[in-house]
């Protein structure tokens, strides 16, 4: 959960690389490095004027963590996703590298939300083009829509207005999504687009999954689950491989308070989530009939107990060698926990966990950045060097922070840091930074009203 917290100093910590049984390697985040990569200035453009201004939980509906995704590329052109100051849902699209935003203004819906839970989602399914958006849920009816075939796929033709969208609808393949939230679309290598959804509420709820083929969506099956030990997943995310491995890390809320977030979990799929299996590779569970325990031991990658201001669904990413990286915020290792959820967060920083596919094994390394109750967000380019670009809830300054393949990302060096104009959590286009190596983020100001894109050169590594 977020809240508002008091302006504090944003601080830069010493970083060390800690493995299950070892701390090893201080190193200045901070200090000047050849090899981890740069970022300069390509321009930033204004997306709207007219965002919407309600705060909650210390952020705003546009540009949260989980947002998955509000600004994404697909065949030559970027895509952002927002609410209007009216409460109607936008979506934005450009041709990239310069070309000016499109908007279209969806008008038969109109949220009267103010929860910055209740997100835009965008999906684009590579097999028919169609863009799907779902929306304005926080353990309440599920909201969607999608546009009509060949929308992404053939842009410059396509119908790019209200309606070229279908009506919003309630629930998908017949079943009952009256209680969802935290929607997350994502593609396979082969075209297939994915939903994964919570169902069920904060500290009661499962993860499942829905697949769209063919112009419809099938039901897969829940695939976590929480309810029956009366906790809930929260995802750091869930990513395809070039080889079509599915990636899922989360961690565990035992109750509503996020105090109770503890540990860091994993598995993976080989079949599109109908079979899921372990850190070593061994199937345990299977989609619908017997879904992964959500905080089965033998899931456990990394043990981080209760109270230690853990945030629940940062981010994580997946490079092209396999690796997956989640970005993560706690306490440090051997410092007293607290119990009090805003307090803990004022001493938590970022780190960077890692799982080597060949090896298996999972690393840990304390970035020592601090953001109070915000998010933070990781991705990688086409040579497999990090980014994370992270806010602060107390004194609205961005910072992008890079690191290298070459060094094992441990060249971690802070690249730009912003004056106090920004809040809510920042947002990576995902897909044109491994795609064309160029760092754009979706940056809400202060206020909400005004939404930017920043864009970003990326050079070394």
């Known amino acids: 959960?977020?809240?508002?917290?008091?302006?504090?100093?944003?601080?830069?910590?010493?970083?060390?690389?800690?493995?299950?049984?070892?701390?090893?390697?201080?190193?200045?985040?901070?200090?000047?490095?050849?090899?981890?990569?740069?970022?300069s200035d390509a321009g930033s453009g204004t997306l709207t004027t007219s965002?919407?201004?309600?705060?909650?939980?210390?952020?705003?509906?546009?540009?949260?963590?989980?947002?998955?995704?509000?600004?994404?590329?697909?065949?030559?052109?970027?895509?952002?996703?927002?609410?209007?100051?009216?409460?109607?849902?936008?979506?934005?699209?450009?041709?990239?590298?310069?070309?000016?935003?499109?908007?279209?203004?969806?008008?038969?819906?109109?949220?009267?939300?103010t929860d910055s839970h209740n997100v835009i989602c965008i999906g684009i399914s590579p097999q028919d083009g169609t863009v799907h958006l779902a929306f304005d849920m926080h353990s309440n009816q599920f909201k969607y829509r999608r546009s009509a075939t060949g929308t992404a796929t053939s842009p410059a033709s396509a119908n790019w207005s209200a309606g070229g969208f279908g009506a919003v609808q309630n629930s998908l393949a017949g079943t009952n999504m009256s209680t969802v939230t935290y929607p997350q679309f994502f593609a396979a290598p082969d075209g297939t687009l994915q939903m994964a959804i919570r169902t069920g509420g904060s500290g009661n709820g499962d993860e499942v999954l829905y697949e769209y083929r063919s112009g419809s969506w099938s039901y897969v099956g829940e695939f976590i689950d929480g309810t029956s030990f009366d906790n809930n997943p929260y995802l750091f995310g869930i990513e395809y491989d070039r080889e079509g491995l599915l990636h899922v890390t989360w961690t565990v809320r035992e109750t509503s308070n996020g105090s109770s977030n503890h540990d860091l979990f994993y598995a993976y799929s080989r079949d599109k989530g109908r079979s899921w299996?372990?850190?070593?590779?061994?199937?345990?569970?299977?989609?619908g009939s017997n879904p992964l325990d959500s905080n089965?031991?033998?899931?456990?990658?990394?043990?981080?107990?209760?109270?230690?201001?853990?945030?629940?669904?940062?981010?994580?990413?997946?490079?092209?060698?396999?690796?997956?990286?989640?970005?993560?915020?706690?306490?440090?290792?051997?410092t007293p926990s607290i119990t009090d959820f805003n307090t803990a967060r004022n001493s938590a920083v970022l780190v960077h966990y890692w799982r080597d596919k060949a090896s298996k094994q999972w690393n840990q390394r304390y970035l020592?950045?601090?953001?109070?109750?915000?998010?933070?967000?990781?991705a990688v380019d086409s040579r497999d060097n990090l980014y994370v670009v992270s806010g602060h809830s107390g004194t609205h300054v961005l910072q992008i922070a890079t690191a290298s393949k070459a060094s094992n990302w441990t060249d971690w060096t802070v690249r730009s840091r912003s004056a106090a104009n920004y809040m809510s959590d920042p947002l990576i286009d995902h897909a044109r930074l491994k795609s064309q190596n160029v760092l754009s983020i979706f940056t809400p100001y202060t206020g909400g009203s005004r939404i930017e894109v920043q864009n970003w050169n990326t050079a070394g590594g």
């Open 51 to 113: 965002g919407r201004t309600a705060v909650s939980y210390s952020g705003l509906m546009n540009g949260e963590s989980f947002q998955q995704d509000g600004i994404t590329t697909f065949n030559g052109w970027q895509y952002a996703a927002f609410w209007d100051q009216s409460g109607y849902v936008n979506l934005s699209r450009r041709q990239l590298p310069s070309g000016g935003w499109q908007n279209l203004r969806l008008t038969d819906y109109r949220t009267t939300s």
């Open 368 to 378: 020592g950045y601090t953001e109070g109750l915000s998010r933070g967000d990781i």
């Open 1 to 39: 959960m977020k809240r508002f917290i008091p302006a504090r100093r944003l601080m830069a910590a010493a970083s060390c690389l800690m493995t299950a049984t070892v701390l090893a390697v201080v190193v200045d985040p901070t200090a000047a490095s050849a090899a981890a990569p740069t970022v």
């Open 277 to 287: 299996r372990d850190n070593a590779g061994t199937v345990v569970a299977t989609a």
């Open 296 to 334: 089965a031991a033998g899931l456990r990658v990394w043990p981080n107990s209760q109270n230690r201001g853990l945030m629940n669904q940062e981010s994580q990413v997946v490079d092209a060698a396999g690796t997956v990286h989640v970005l993560s915020s706690h306490l440090p290792a051997n």
